[in-house]
């Protein structure tokens, strides 16, 4: 128990010691040289932060910027304020860049060869090129074939043929099929017909169940073509959010480099210790791999727009933003979900499916009614025996009636597996219903949250900017350390990071909403 208890009080009095030999060595360069360190490099958004019903171009289209001392004034404190105020070069506000200097981003963007890309024209893309909707398409068209092949049972079927026979007059087929037995010789032309009368109903419902799966698929096509137009612009704003973090990794790093340099040349006049400059280095190596990871996700998020674009290689597109002001969202909830139910295509196909369904059953139970068709003949015998033939021409046309009777209680079964089968489509439009009602609530909630959001971030970023030029002012009297200071940047940088998400997670969620009520997104 002595043992460590007399430990105790060695590292305390060791630390003590430290402690005092520090102070001693800030207080006397701060007397001796009469300079204070420069302001650590801070990240600022260049345009102010979203708000709600501000301007939305200066917070879409923002970007971030190191600010940090000139390169000359690196290692020479004289070339510092000898106030306690921060210098001109690297404690003043951001400016906010003026309509030629974001022209000159635009030409330099230009100049670098980067195709442009908007959000509807990724749109259109998306939508000429994805094989998700010529698939759709295709099977649209291909389902009116579908109902053109049933409706040709409600038309007439006509044929004609001519026929040359060279036989033994009289000779008899004694071999093979049963048909009529005597051969001429003869040549002759003629045609058929035959139509079908009635069939009380079967053939008029199977025509009416084509024309609405034909219908169910033509609003299965469009709800492929929103899917796609969603996916768009999930892949558009990921991109451009991925990009956004990118910047701020990247003048992340420019940042804590400019840092870390000012704290080994400070080190190596012997103003600052080497524990600074090792925390300058853990800095640095933290900014790095966020850089790794942002670029990482950057490239993955292209990837992923270039799939939804139906491209098979990779683009180096230059993503531009709308710039739409923030607006909130719908607030009469009821109205969205009727809407909702009246518009969406994959709702509209649903029931156009359960009424095929119905009308199937119906022909499927007609099949147990007689059916009655006419059909008729005519033609002419120019060469032929005339001991054979009293006439050179021939004619007829009759009425048939089909009465089925029994097969095996086949037709029975297949009425009683079609009702059932449309019931069954009667509970999946039902569960659809439901299904979107819960949906657009949840778009609804999350579109909402994602409008206070981009309140709360950018509130959030303001105190970091100032909490990080606090921890500055603090670092450069020497009242704080470096550790103070680097969690006051990697605050400021999430911050920064979180602002710029929630804009594209707001416009995001706003696209979503419009999907789900059945809105072009």
Same mark, same amino acid.
């Given at each position: 128990?002595? !043992?460590? @208890? ?10 003590? @010691? ?37 301007? =939305? ?33 690297? =404690? ?14 635009? &030409? ?7 195709? #442009? ?107 492929? %073509? ?37 704290? &080994? ?9 080497? !524990? ?12 790095? !791999? ?32 709308? =710039? ?14 009727? %809407? ?12 156009? &499916? #359960? ?8 022909? #499927? ?13 005519? =033609? ?8 054979? *033939?009293?006439? &050179? ?26 009702? !059932? ?29 994602? *409008? ?10 303001? #105190? ?10 603090? *670092? ?12 006051? %940047? ?13 804009? *594209? ?17």
């Amino acid at each position: 128990m002595n !043992l460590r @208890l007399h430990q105790f009080i060695h590292c305390a009095a060791a630390a003590s @010691l430290a402690l005092a030999v520090n102070c001693v060595s800030n207080a006397q360069s701060r007397s001796t040289n009469q300079t204070k360190l420069p302001d650590a490099p801070v990240l600022q958004f260049v345009g102010r932060a979203a708000e709600p019903g501000a301007g =939305g171009a200066e917070g879409n289209g923002s970007s971030w910027y190191p600010r940090s001392p000139k390169s000359g004034d690196l290692g020479h404190p004289a070339s510092w304020s000898d106030s306690g105020n921060p210098s001109a070069s690297s =404690g003043q506000a951001p400016e906010h860049p003026t309509g030629s200097q974001s022209a000159n981003g635009g &030409n330099q963007n230009q100049a670098s060869g980067k195709q #442009q890309l908007t959000l509807q024209q990724a749109e259109e893309m998306a939508v000429r090129n994805n094989p998700r909707v010529t698939v759709a398409r295709l099977l649209a068209s291909a389902q009116h074939q579908v109902y053109r092949e049933t409706r040709s049972a409600e038309l007439p079927t006509a044929n004609a043929a001519l026929t040359a026979v060279k036989a033994e007059d009289a000779s008899r087929i004694s071999a093979g099929s049963l048909t009529a037995s005597r051969l001429f010789e003869h040549t002759g032309a003629g045609g058929g017909f035959s139509q079908l009368i009635t069939d009380f109903g079967k053939t008029r419902n199977l025509v009416a169940s084509s024309a609405l799966r034909e219908k169910a698929q033509n609003a299965n096509a469009m709800a492929t %073509e929103y899917d796609i137009r969603l996916a768009t612009d999930q892949a558009f704003y990921s991109a451009l959010e991925a990009q956004q973090a990118l910047k701020v990794a990247q003048q992340n790093v420019t940042a804590r480099q400019t840092l870390q340099s000012q704290v &080994n040349q400070m080190t190596q006049n012997k103003l600052k210790s080497t !524990l600074d400059l090792s925390f300058a280095d853990v800095s640095l190596s933290q900014a790095k !791999l966020l850089q790794l990871d942002a670029e990482n996700k950057a490239n993955s998020a292209m990837a992923a727009l270039d799939a939804v674009l139906g491209l098979d290689h990779a683009v180096d597109f230059d993503l531009v933003d709308d =710039g739409a002001q923030v607006q909130q969202p719908p607030a009469d909830l009821n109205r969205l979900v009727e %809407e909702s139910l009246k518009q969406r295509p994959d709702l509209q196909g649903t029931v156009y &499916n #359960q009424q095929a369904a119905v009308k199937f059953s119906k022909a #499927q139970r007609d099949q147990m009614l007689p059916s009655i068709s006419a059909a008729g003949t005519v =033609g002419s015998v120019p060469i032929r025996p005339a001991q054979y *033939y009293t006439s &050179n021409w021939w004619g007829g046309i009759g009425v048939n009636i089909n009465i089925p009777v029994f097969n095996g209680f086949l037709y029975s079964a297949q009425a009683k597996e079609a009702a !059932l089968r449309a019931k069954a489509a009667a509970e999946n439009t039902r569960d659809l219903r439901d299904r979107i009602v819960r949906d657009v609530r949840t778009a609804w909630l999350a579109a909402n949250t994602s *409008y206070q959001r981009v309140t709360v971030t950018a509130e959030l970023l303001k #105190q970091a900017d100032l909490s990080l030029k606090l921890a500055q002012t603090r *670092y450069q009297m020497g009242l704080s350390s470096i550790v103070e200071l680097s969690q006051a %940047e990697y605050q400021q940088t999430d911050a920064a990071i979180g602002n710029a998400n929630a804009q *594209y997670q707001y416009k995001l969620s706003l696209a979503a909403l419009n999907y789900q009520i059945g809105s072009a997104p």
